[in-house]
């Protein structure tokens, strides 16, 4: 490959990110501006930002590596991904819009979930930011691993050089722009990923793969089966609905819910949901096709995988002009970025929101909050850059525990908190630190009822613990109450 072509594609991409984050930080200037760019995006902004910004990485690399592997099997993972992506949107967005405003403006998720259940001791807000940093960190290094493979990948670089490469790419706007700049840059990052994903299966199909349903026919059957694995082995029960839960954890990633909350408005929903959905219908399917026609590309032309993650970029090598191929790999690189780039925000916003100013400094102005948040992206970004370092850790090994414990730690605690008036604080308090550690714990067991993915039992004990403390402790305060009746007559209103 020509590395010329490729890297001169890299920095004008990189440049036009800078453009845009220096465009972003003109126009912030308090820590609403910072943390939900003023609640001002429109439906298409909002839509294609919280889809970027949902699938990083894995949706070019761990789909298709997936894909590669199981065959069709992974069609289960990809609809269980798109029905919670469409409910997410039709049950949670609008609602949690307008209860973040009726709850004082609430800017992070830990802010919100402390002023709808009235609590003064702060105790919610700080374990809440607590498990906000914890599986971000993962999340984060997760997308610097992805990040880390595409450069060695691309220009042969030592795989630690690579990740720190990666990691001053994600950081290099998002310290300076703030929310805004992260969703503007997430629309082009999210039409890159769609248009690579698309372009790049269709290339390798006319372009020596032939009948590739017949070719994965001809290699192994069961590749092309919903209810077997590549041996030839029935799925078990277990393992589909493992694929499925992945739905499940839609209910509980701050870096999306903000996307509902930094919509200009309640009218502008239902289309960002059907472009949202839309989005993920196209990309997702492009993605499982990319691992389809992988295989059978790289057997015709006797290409090594070593590692299946890989998959989209050597496809991409093989196929596509150097100069293409630089515009199609920077969809990697923009899949990584918008993810990344998000999960830091949320994480800074944690810390500064959530732990300095509630412990340390409760009058601090917007400027400084905003000053701590940008200091705080830079350093957790440190963080998860030394996570990152192992060069055998698996990009959607990272995602799917990271995405567990948020949807068991905040899932069922964000829907009981829009749609029952009788959740308390001791509740939500119970049901996050429930969720969140039976994920930890079902991570560590092995065999048996132990190979259900985590974020299954961590969503049912979180519910479970979260209503069942709320009945044992009393009713909440009367001002809570009142508040969640003026949440649901706004609600009616629209």
């Given at each position: 490959?020509?590395?010329?072509?490729?890297?001169?594609?890299?920095?004008?991409?990189?440049?036009?990110?800078?453009?845009?984050?220096?465009?972003?930080?003109?126009?912030?200037?308090?820590?609403?501006?910072?943390?939900?760019?003023?609640?001002?995006?429109?439906?298409?902004?909002?839509?294609?930002?919280?889809?970027?910004?949902?699938?990083?990485?894995?949706?070019?690399?761990?789909?298709?590596?997936?894909?590669?592997?199981?065959?069709?099997?992974?069609?289960?993972?990809?609809?269980?991904?798109?029905?919670?992506?469409?409910?997410?949107?039709?049950?949670?967005?609008?609602?949690?819009?307008?209860?973040?405003?009726?709850?004082?403006?609430?800017?992070?998720?830990?802010?919100?979930?402390?002023?709808?259940?009235?609590?003064?001791?702060?105790?919610?807000?700080?374990?809440?930011?607590?498990?906000?940093?914890?599986?971000?960190?993962?999340?984060?290094?997760?997308?610097?691993?992805?990040?880390?493979?595409?450069?060695?990948?691309?220009?042969?670089?030592?795989?630690?050089?690579?990740?720190?490469?990666?990691?001053?790419?994600?950081?290099?706007?998002?310290?300076?722009?703030?929310?805004?700049?992260?969703?503007?840059?997430?629309?082009?990052?999210?039409?890159?990923?769609?248009?690579?994903?698309?372009?790049?299966?269709?290339?390798?199909?006319?372009?020596?793969?032939?009948?590739?349903?017949?070719?994965?026919?001809?290699?192994?059957?069961?590749?092309?089966?919903?209810?077997?694995?590549?041996?030839?082995?029935?799925?078990?029960?277990?393992?589909?609905?493992?694929?499925?839960?992945?739905?499940?954890?839609?209910?509980?990633?701050?870096?999306?819910?903000?996307?509902?909350?930094?919509?200009?408005?309640?009218?502008?929903?239902?289309?960002?949901?059907?472009?949202?959905?839309?989005?993920?219908?196209?990309?997702?399917?492009?993605?499982?096709?990319?691992?389809?026609?992988?295989?059978?590309?790289?057997?015709?032309?006797?290409?090594?995988?070593?590692?299946?993650?890989?998959?989209?970029?050597?496809?991409?090598?093989?196929?596509?002009?150097?100069?293409?191929?630089?515009?199609?790999?920077?969809?990697?690189?923009?899949?990584?970025?918008?993810?990344?780039?998000?999960?830091?925000?949320?994480?800074?916003?944690a810390l500064a929101e959530d732990f300095y100013r509630q412990a340390f400094r409760p009058k601090a102005s917007s400027r400084e909050i905003v000053m701590i948040s940008r200091?705080?992206?830079?350093?957790?970004?440190?963080?998860?850059?030394?996570?990152?370092?192992?060069?055998?850790?698996?990009?959607?090994?990272?995602?799917?525990?990271?995405?567990?414990?948020?949807?068991?730690?905040?899932?069922?605690?964000?829907?009981?908190?829009?749609?029952?008036?009788?959740?308390?604080?001791?509740?939500?308090?119970?049901?996050?630190?429930?969720?969140?550690?039976?994920?930890?714990?079902?991570?560590?067991?092995?065999?048996?009822?132990?190979?259900?993915?985590?974020?299954?039992?961590?969503?049912?004990?979180?519910?479970?613990?979260?209503?069942?403390?709320?009945?044992?402790?009393?009713?909440?305060?009367?001002?809570?109450?009142?508040?969640?009746?003026?949440?649901?007559?706004?609600?009616?209103?629209?």
């Amino acid at each position: 490959m020509n590395h010329f072509a490729v890297t001169g594609t890299f920095i004008l991409y990189l440049i036009i990110t800078l453009a845009v984050g220096y465009i972003a930080y003109k126009r912030t200037s308090s820590s609403s501006d910072y943390f939900l760019g003023g609640r001002s995006l429109g439906p298409f902004t909002a839509a294609i930002s919280a889809d970027a910004s949902d699938m990083s990485g894995w949706l070019l690399m761990g789909l298709p590596g997936y894909a590669y592997v199981a065959g069709v099997q992974s069609l289960w993972l990809a609809g269980g991904l798109l029905i919670g992506k469409y409910l997410n949107w039709l049950i949670c967005a609008k609602r949690l819009r307008t209860y973040s405003i009726v709850a004082d403006d609430s800017l992070t998720l830990p802010e919100f979930l402390a002023r709808r259940f009235g609590d003064r001791s702060k105790l919610l807000q700080a374990v809440s930011a607590s498990f906000i940093l914890l599986f971000f960190l993962f999340y984060t290094s997760s997308g610097l691993v992805a990040g880390g493979k595409l450069f060695e990948s691309v220009f042969g670089f030592d795989y630690r050089i690579a990740v720190v490469v990666a990691t001053v790419c994600v950081i290099s706007y998002t310290l300076w722009g703030g929310f805004l700049a992260v969703a503007w840059t997430d629309v082009i990052q999210g039409l890159l990923m769609l248009a690579a994903l698309l372009i790049v299966p269709i290339a390798a199909m006319s372009g020596g793969v032939g009948d590739f349903t017949r070719a994965l026919e001809l290699k192994n059957p069961e590749l092309l089966t919903l209810f077997h694995d590549v041996k030839g082995q029935p799925l078990s029960a277990v393992a589909i609905v493992s694929l499925l839960a992945w739905g499940l954890g839609y209910f509980g990633q701050p870096h999306i819910l903000a996307r509902f909350k930094a919509t200009r408005s309640n009218a502008a929903i239902k289309t960002a949901r059907r472009i949202a959905v839309s989005w993920a219908a196209l990309s997702m399917a492009g993605a499982v096709l990319v691992g389809l026609v992988g295989i059978v590309y790289a057997d015709n032309h006797a290409i090594r995988v070593a590692d299946s993650e890989a998959i989209f970029m050597l496809l991409v090598n093989a196929i596509f002009h150097p100069v293409v191929a630089g515009v199609l790999l920077a969809a990697v690189l923009a899949a990584i970025m918008s993810t990344a780039d998000s999960q830091l925000l949320v994480s800074a916003a944690a810390l500064a929101e959530d732990f300095y100013r509630q412990a340390f400094r409760p009058k601090a102005s917007s400027r400084e909050i905003v000053m701590i948040s940008r200091i705080s992206v830079a350093v957790l970004a440190g963080v998860a850059l030394v996570l990152a370092m192992n060069p055998d850790r698996s990009v959607l090994g990272l995602v799917s525990y990271a995405w567990a414990g948020f949807g068991a730690a905040f899932g069922p605690v964000l829907l009981l908190s829009l749609y029952w008036k009788r959740m308390n604080r001791n509740g939500a308090l119970a049901g996050i630190a429930v969720g969140g550690l039976t994920v930890v714990v079902w991570k560590s067991m092995s065999g048996g009822l132990f190979e259900l993915y985590e974020i299954l039992p961590g969503f049912i004990s979180a519910t479970l613990a979260a209503i069942g403390v709320s009945r044992l402790s009393g009713q909440p305060p009367q001002a809570v109450q009142q508040q969640f009746d003026r949440f649901a007559e706004c609600c009616k209103t629209g």
